[in-house]
């Protein structure tokens, strides 16, 4: 456990991959933190990294993060701010290799950990044999049934390894895929010594993390009464006060854009959520029991989470080869835009002696039934097609559009040139026990394991 404070600040930098690159400098410097997270893993940005991993072995993590900490490690260190993010994606020792180099470049020694456990590519076969199926969540097929060609699968893993990491002296943690708020609950555990069981304060923290993960999406962001939010101009990122028993304030620092009130966080908390139990791998979160309250401009109290034991299984990421994938789209300008679509599309298929193995249309209409003028005369017709063949997916598709410009229908406009298209990612959702996930902590050529299973051996239930 760190030093005995009442509270621990915990700031975010960024809700995905691609967010301001600033956030981070900003955070550090615009007022006291004692941890700063980023989440920098959306489930299709796995797909995006093995296509680089691919290339080149030593990628397959997010290099804006390592630019982000050129910026800001030495104040980190001088300031005591540890850092805690999942930029590692599929190759978190490599993020950790890239890190020290750039400490020693700077004259720095900080301590830098790395956690593996979530990658299950090397073992996908094998728990397919010891009974794990991987039924999609929505579809309720299995992974074997659906004929599936995994390209990456990631546990969700919790937050103890960060936890462990911390214990150990951590300055720098790098994660792979872990649940989005465990890089918030993580350090708040190892900060108050929570215990394992300790349902409702792990809860509290799980909501904290969930809140402040996506980054400006809670300070006023994405929110949709934006007559309520005094600026967009440098909107702050949030920042969550956590107390020793799970309870928090959700803020960002002062002099900054954006908006923190019950809307947004209430935006927030329930953003991706389906059911009153949020499943966590360390807790399930009741929300139906949490408690908003405006404490003061930009300050929002976050209380009375209850938690519950987590259940055996973790969510797993899986992304399926799919193919080859292009799309091109048509603009049909004018009168009769049903008839021009029409004749687009038989013209395409009679064209085609051996079609794509999927072909999706959409006409997509902003055409007024009786337009005065041009601008409400627009349609547009987006043919996207995929087969496991590239070329009948590329250009041998695309040409045969291009083809139609000056004998088709009248005004022919395409919105981009013929491209090869690119590879389909086909995103899996799936759970797996438990009892197969282990984190490793390495640090300084030290390794720590965290199993993944919790053995509760109570019931409790909640009650909202």
């Excluded at 039924?135 to 992974?143: G, R």
């Excluded at 349609?379 to 291009?402: E, N, P, Q």
């Amino acid at each position: 456990m760190s030093q005995n404070k009442s509270k621990l600040i915990i700031a975010n930098c960024s809700g995905f991959f691609g967010d301001r690159l600033s956030a981070a400098k900003e955070m550090v410097q615009g007022g006291p933190i004692d941890v700063l997270t980023g989440d920098y893993l959306a489930e299709l940005t796995m797909a995006l990294l093995i296509q680089k991993k691919l290339k080149d072995p030593n990628a397959g993590y997010v290099p804006t993060f390592l630019k982000q900490m050129k910026e800001i490690m030495a104040e980190c260190l001088e300031k005591k701010i540890r850092v805690v993010s999942n930029a590692g994606g599929l190759n978190p020792s490599g993020m950790a290799k890239a890190l020290k180099e750039i400490a020693e470049q700077q004259g720095l020694s900080p301590k830098i950990a790395y956690i593996e456990g979530d990658d299950l590519m090397p073992r996908i076969q094998s728990l397919q044999s010891d009974g794990e199926q991987f039924i999609h969540l929505d579809k309720n097929i299995s992974l074997a049934e659906a004929n599936a060609s995994p390209i990456t699968a990631n546990a969700y893993l919790g937050g103890w390894g960060i936890a462990e990491a911390l214990t150990q002296g951590a300055d720098i943690i790098v994660c792979g895929r872990v649940a989005d708020a465990a890089l918030v609950a993580g350090p708040a555990a190892w900060h108050f010594g929570w215990h394992q069981k300790d349902w409702d304060c792990l809860a509290g923290a799980y909501a904290a993390g969930h809140i402040i993960e996506c980054g400006a999406q809670a300070t006023g962001g994405n929110y949709s009464f934006i007559h309520e939010v005094p600026s967009f101009n440098n909107v702050g990122f949030p920042i969550a006060e956590i107390h020793h028993d799970g309870s928090c304030v959700i803020t960002k620092h002062s002099n900054t854009g954006g908006l923190v009130s019950v809307g947004t966080v209430t935006a927030q908390l329930l953003y991706e959520i389906n059911t009153p139990q949020y499943l966590t791998p360390d807790v399930t979160v009741r929300f139906d029991t949490v408690c908003l309250t405006q404490e003061a401009s930009d300050r929002v109290l976050v209380s009375g989470t209850k938690g519950e034991p987590p259940t055996q299984c973790t969510k797993v990421c899986i992304n399926n080869y799919g193919g080859h994938k292009n799309s091109m789209t048509i603009i049909l300008t004018g009168l009769d835009i049903d008839e021009k679509a029409k004749i687009v599309q038989d013209t395409l298929f009679a064209s085609m002696s051996d079609p794509p193995d999927q072909i999706d249309i959409h006409l997509i209409r902003s055409d007024k039934e009786n337009p005065t003028r041009n601008e409400e005369s627009f349609a547009f017709l987006r043919i996207t097609v995929m087969d496991t063949d590239a070329k009948k997916a590329g250009k041998i598709f695309s040409s045969k559009i291009v083809e139609m410009a000056l004998a088709n229908i009248p005004g022919f406009t395409l919105t981009a040139p013929p491209s090869n298209g690119s590879p389909s990612v086909i995103h899996w959702p799936a759970l797996i026990s438990s009892k197969h996930i282990t984190q490793t902590v390495h640090m300084d050529g030290q390794h720590f394991s965290i199993p993944g299973a919790i053995e509760a051996n109570e019931t409790v239930l909640v009650e909202p």
